[in-house]
């Protein structure tokens, strides 16, 4: 599990357009890393909403989503909801699971693997500053703001 100050593994992954999107070429501003289970579903709507609204607020901030979902699947739900920040696919979780944000869960009494919704906020050095693991999709703009506000002070 990542800890505040732990270096922020690198990545290189598509966004929904098919772009390669690398960590290592945004550390001009602080990245809001936000891991989601799956594109279109309720929650994960609603915490990508939360986010969106929150950008005009986020000057020095650049908000990046990741799910396991294709580059496909995340465009279509760009679409609908004009998120304005890159979505990245992960397809077999590799970078889930660097992050320690991947792995065993219920559903309706069902067991199985998968992305836990988290949020992490890195430095532009590259650090991780803040992590908020199994983070409600309401509370993540929410703790966002607060964070940015304290760390702003």
Request: net charge positive.
């Amino acid at each position: 599990m990542l800890q505040v100050g732990d270096r922020a593994p690198a990545f290189t992954l598509l966004d929904q357009k098919g772009n390669k999107w690398r960590l290592t070429e945004h550390k001009k501003k602080r990245i809001a890393l936000f891991f989601y289970p799956k594109a279109g579903t309720g929650g994960c709507t609603e915490q990508a909403i939360g986010l969106r609204n929150l950008l005009p607020e986020l000057t020095n901030v650049t908000v990046v989503g990741i799910s396991a979902d294709s580059p496909a699947k995340q465009a279509a739900w760009d679409e609908k909801h004009g998120f304005q920040f890159p979505l990245l696919s992960d397809p077999e979780s590799k970078i889930a699971k660097k992050y320690g944000v991947f792995g065993p869960k219920k559903l309706y009494g069902r067991e199985y693997e998968g992305i836990t919704r988290s949020l992490f906020l890195i430095s532009a050095a590259g650090r991780v500053e803040r992590s908020w693991i199994k983070i409600s999709p309401k509370a993540t703009s929410i703790e966002l703001a607060s964070a940015l506000e304290r760390l702003n002070d």
